[in-house]
């Protein structure tokens, strides 16, 4: 009698779950989402297959497709006495953006958020006024303030030139994470517990703001990377980086400026998977250091 009782109670149980359960029902909204979404990514992702085809192409005039792949171009590419010297340019200027930059913003955006924050605003339309500036008109203005007067070395106007045009992109990845950690109340416990500026600065804030400071450095080190406009202006053919060469290699052949430019993507590539691994890594360290704590 039990057992009967028993099986009637976990047939009806089971039941109940399966009438409440519902069948999803189809809705155009989501059928025209992902169409939309299909259209975007192709759109986005067209261009560079597009790009990636014409550098391996061996002829492509009058057909959907290649008529033949072949490396030549990559090796041709390659070969050029101008390649090494124009990629490791690039590359010091890449490195030297990506340390000087977040040196200096990361003080400053500390200092307005927890010290100054009526200066926030301020600091922020300061941000954007050089992208805001056409890149001829900075480029001539850098010229004519530094070069012209005081002979000020080209390749280091040029990188903080750089630091300068991307300070959005780092004053707001760096002021997104303070905001997301509510550092004003953080300093002022560890102040309270005897914590000074330097203490807190270094063992708090720092390492809960990395990974802003990590996505900041990932979009300066891509805009150092590709930008064409003020190197060419600002240092042209004595200092010539990579997007300048593969200017140049564009006007002889298109096909070799291709694999130049499949170059340079797969390179800024690689930077944004370091960077994205190194941020990842931090906020696991994080997370696992939170856990102990809480687990303590």
Do not use: C
């Not at 050089?130 to 010229?143: D, H, K, N, S, T």
């Not at 330097?198 to 990974?211: E, S, Y």
């Not at 064409?228 to 200017?247: C, D, E, H, R």
């Amino acid at each position: 009698m039990a057992q009967l009782t028993a099986g009637r109670s976990i047939a009806r149980s089971s039941s109940t779950s399966t009438r409440g359960r519902r069948t999803p029902r189809f809705r155009p909204g989501d059928l025209l989402f992902s169409l939309i979404l299909l259209l975007a990514i192709v759109y986005l992702v067209l261009p560079l297959l597009a790009i990636v085809g014409f550098s391996l192409a061996q002829a492509w005039s009058r057909t959907i497709l290649p008529d033949g792949y072949t490396l030549d171009w990559y090796l041709e590419a390659v070969r050029d006495p101008r390649f090494r010297p124009t990629a490791m340019r690039t590359l010091k200027l890449v490195v030297a953006t990506s340390i000087l930059s977040p040196l200096i913003v990361t003080p400053a955006v500390i200092y307005v958020h927890l010290k100054a924050p009526k200066l926030k605003p301020w600091l922020e339309f300061l941000s954007i006024i050089p992208w805001a500036l056409p890149g001829v008109v900075l480029a001539l203005a850098m010229i004519r303030a530094y070069i012209s007067p005081y002979n000020v070395n080209r390749p280091f106007l040029l990188a903080m030139t750089y630091i300068l045009i991307s300070l959005p992109f780092m004053f707001r990845a760096i002021d997104a994470g303070l905001t997301a950690i509510n550092a004003r109340t953080l300093v002022e416990a560890s102040q309270m517990l005897g914590a000074g500026w330097l203490d807190v600065t270094r063992r708090i804030l720092i390492p809960n703001i990395m990974t802003g400071v990590l996505s900041g450095a990932l979009l300066v080190s891509a805009l150092a990377s590709s930008e064409f406009a003020l190197a060419n202006l600002m240092v042209g053919s004595g200092w010539k980086t990579f997007p300048i060469y593969q200017a140049q290699a564009q006007g002889t052949d298109g096909r070799i400026g291709s694999a130049l430019a499949v170059m340079g993507l797969a390179f800024t590539f690689i930077v944004s998977m370091i960077l994205i691994v190194l941020t990842t890594r931090d906020r696991r360290g994080r997370n696992a250091s939170a856990t102990a704590m809480a687990n303590k």
